[in-house]
Structures are given as C-alpha cells and as structure tokens.
C-alpha cells in the first residue's frame, strides 16, 4: 500500500482564494463563496509543488488506521468544536473590522466535550502542552469505529475487526484501468488515512449501492494517481476539470515530497460537484476475495459475505454491481 495517505493535516488551496458574497454552493447554510484568484499559494511553491504527485480527491469522509486495544483499528473522523459561546465569541472576531491581534481561546472551557478515546490529528499545533485549534476554530481529531456502533454503522460495514480487514477500493495492480475491490489487512494500512465513500456518505456520488442495500468501500488518500495532469495555471486546470475525461473528479491533491499536501477543488474555480458521471464510474471493476471466501467465515448479511462470493467477477462500472445481500 502507498504511504501517501499517511499526513493528517487540513490541506490549504492551491490558489490564493478569495471570498465572494454569495450563498456557497458546496455547504448549506453557508453564505459565502471561496473562489480560487490565479495566484499559486507560496505555501505550494516553497512545497515545490510543481514536482508533486497529483491524485484525484474522493468525495467521501475521512477516516484513519491505528492501535486500540492492541490491535489496528478504523478510526471516524471527531472535530473538537466550540460550544456555543465560544462560537458566538470566535464569529464576533471574524466579522470584526479590528482583528489583527488574533483570537484567544480556552482550551480548558472553550470547547465541547469529546470521548475519552478521542485523539487529536497528527499535523495540528500544540499551544503549551494543549491540541491548538485551526483557522475554523476546530481541533481535527478521531474517535475510534467500536464493533456495533450504531453512530459509524457505515464505517462498520468496511471492517471486520475478527479477522482484522478493510474493504478496500483501489486500482488493479496488474492491469491499468481496472479498479479492483478487496480485502487488505488492517495492519496494511496502519499510519494511514482513507475516504470512506458510499450510499450514505455525501449524497453517494458514484452510485454505489441504493436505500435497500447500501453499500460503502474505503480508499487510501494518494491511490489513484492523475495520469495525465494539468499545468498548473487556473486556465489549464479549468479547461481540463471541463473538458477532459480523467478531470471529472472531485478535485486533485498533490503529495509533495515533504509530505505536505495541496488542494483543489472544483468549486475552487466556480464549478458544479457531483456531476453526473464521475471518472470513477467510467471504469471497470473486478472483485478480488481470492481465499478469502475458503480462508473465512464472513458473517451473513455483511459486505464481505457477499463481495467474497463474487470473487473474480467483473463489472463494467461500480453502479453496475448488484446489490443483493
């Protein structure tokens, strides 16, 4: 497995963005736009963003792969948020004509109560000890996904902590152009961050499963590399998000080779997500259980019972895949 995956931060823009006054057509409620000028940030550049590995942004919701109770463990991503007079306080600051000074937080009052078994993300800052909250006022962080639980029910659907596997989607390692779903050991993807995507995560932009039979599948940040990229200019990028086939994603991450990442999204540059045919679901998918349905005893009724039954079957597309548990 890529290790590309494996930097929990809150990736900047590519571009300088700037605010525009209109309702947000990404987030509800959201009275603003956040449109990308075309200027590289001096973040990407000093990251030398120009030798980067550009990958294609899965729409879909965070996860993480580490240690709980002495065995690997998919974690749900838990922001820390303010309660609500922080919040009152912390908007109060960022509507102000006078704030140049910064905010100050209490992390001991600020912030609502989180687990016990909360940890905070890897990349953020420390201020005297303490997890620092980002520019959002939030401390990213992770809860772990317990057998059972009825609040990560679809995190669930993707492990089987018994013989310790995820479900994973990712390309063929064989054959360029197939997507392959398997089971990978928990252990593989240790250190890791994954998108969980699927029926009920972000409205189920690539159709997979439906209300009957619902259907979810984890992917490694970093697994599917952009071919044949864009330069990296806002006209070339817009021409290619509009007129390309592999551009019909989400948006693109780059992986420097520090390990810092860079984002864009399409909303960056004013256009719609999701669309009606995403790249992801214009190629073929093979189901790959080799063993795995001789080697386990899946319980009935879950993904992994009924994906190791059609091992080695192909579809032309990931909609294409009956859903019949």
Not at 77 to 91: C, G, I, S, Y
Not at 112 to 139: C, L, Q, R, T
Not at 250 to 269: A, T
């Amino acid at each position: 497995m890529s290790g590309l995956g494996a930097v929990q931060q809150k990736v900047p823009c590519l571009f300088v963005t700037q605010v525009k006054e209109e309702p947000s057509a990404k987030r509800e409620r959201q009275p603003f736009k956040v449109l990308a000028t075309e200027r590289i940030t001096q973040k990407a550049l000093d990251a030398d963003i120009h030798s980067a590995i550009p990958t294609e942004k899965v729409d879909g919701t965070c996860c993480y792969v580490t240690t709980h109770k002495g065995q690997p463990y998919l974690w749900a991503r838990l922001d820390r948020k303010p309660n609500k007079q922080a919040e009152k306080r912390f908007k109060r600051f960022l509507y102000s004509t006078d704030n140049c000074k910064g905010f100050t937080w209490d992390i001991e009052n600020d912030f609502k109560p989180v687990p016990e078994s909360w940890i905070p993300a890897k990349a953020i800052e420390y201020y005297n000890g303490k997890p620092f909250p980002d520019e959002n006022g939030h401390i990213p962080g992770w809860v772990p996904v317990e057998k059972n639980s009825k609040q990560y029910c679809w995190h669930n659907s993707v492990v089987d902590y018994e013989f310790e596997l995820a479900l994973i989607l990712k390309h063929h390692s064989e054959e360029p152009g197939l997507l392959e779903i398997s089971p990978v050991a928990l252990s593989d993807l240790s250190e890791q961050t994954l998108e969980l995507i699927g029926t009920n995560v972000n409205a189920n932009p690539y159709g997979l499963g439906n209300k009957k039979h619902p259907a979810h599948l984890l992917v490694p940040h970093g697994a599917f590399k952009i071919k044949t990229p864009p330069a990296l200019n806002h006209n070339d990028l817009l021409s290619w998000f509009n007129g390309c086939k592999e551009g019909k994603i989400e948006g693109i991450v780059w992986h420097c080779s520090d390990g810092y990442l860079i984002k864009l999204h399409r909303h960056h540059l004013g256009l719609n997500w999701p669309i009606v045919d995403p790249h992801l679901v214009s190629q073929p998918v093979v189901v790959t259980f080799s063993g795995a349905k001789h080697d386990y005893n899946f319980e009935s009724k879950t993904l992994f019972n009924y994906f190791s039954k059609l091992d080695g079957q192909r579809f032309n597309s990931l909609r294409d895949i009956e859903w019949e548990l």
